[in-house]
């Protein structure tokens, strides 16, 4: 089944404990993104990345890492998590690029307390 | 500032009444413009993608059309299964591929 997959789904951490939440896709694509949505504020894009070892940052890059080493995987990095960063996380990827429809991971709920 | 405004922010309609969700947007340029459907708890999930003006895509009892300014999402005889927040977004051109949202219509359809 094609799909994109994270985890965890859900995440209770505290200020400053590094931490990772992960992303996988099954389809081949080379797009990869995540989002944070908020309430009154939508989803809002976070880094992007084209294909393997290429990222760029999208609306709201502060404070969050990514790496693309494998195509597959596309892992965002929480540092020093800080309570502002309390969101709902998704992953999504595309076929080649943002001009793509994009497939959707099921979320994952990070409180940072 | 490239910016995405969708109205309402909420609609309530009674099953079968037909009606038409907005998405208005302010871009340099428009490579393209996306509808997703977003379910409770879950990943928004792809609808549409219109790429220029006057172009208009069907789905069910879901019909989406796009001008130089906005996209029109009509529901036509809508049913409760219909209930959801729909998403619309845009990618820009200029060598860019980031994606901006909107922050979406909360559809409720009543029996």
């Known amino acids: 089944e094609a799909q994109v997959t994270q985890n965890p789904r859900y995440l209770i951490t505290v200020t400053g404990k590094k931490l990772t939440v992960t992303c996988s896709q099954n389809?081949?694509?080379?797009?990869m993104s995540w989002y944070r949505q908020d309430p009154g504020l939508g989803l809002r894009q976070i880094y992007y990345s084209m294909n393997v070892e290429v990222t760029d940052k999208g609306d709201v890059p502060e404070g969050y890492k990514v790496s693309r080493k494998e195509k597959r995987n596309f892992p965002l990095i929480l540092e020093s998590p800080s309570p502002n960063q309390t969101s709902l996380y998704f992953c999504?990827?595309?076929?080649?690029?943002?001009?793509?429809?994009?497939?959707f991971g099921p979320g994952t709920r990070l409180t940072v307390l | 500032e490239d910016q995405v405004t969708q109205s309402p922010e909420a609609l309530r309609l009674q099953e079968g009444e037909s009606s038409s969700l907005n998405c208005s947007y302010t871009?340099?340029?428009?490579?393209?413009l996306f509808w997703y459907r977003q379910d409770p708890g879950k990943g928004p999930e792809f609808l549409f993608t219109l790429y220029s003006a006057g172009e208009e895509k069907e789905k069910e009892r879901l019909k989406a059309t796009l001008t130089k300014k906005e996209s029109f999402l009509h529901i036509t005889a809508p049913k409760p299964e219909d209930s959801a927040t729909y998403l619309c977004?845009?990618?820009?051109?200029?060598?860019?591929?980031?994606?901006?949202f909107g922050i979406g219509t909360k559809l409720q359809v009543i029996p």
């Open positions: 999504a990827s595309s076929l080649s690029a943002a001009s793509n429809e994009q497939f």
């Open positions: 871009v340099s340029g428009l490579r393209g």
């Open positions: 389809m081949n694509h080379e797009y």
């Open positions: 977004a845009v990618h820009i051109s200029g060598g860019y591929q980031k994606v901006t």
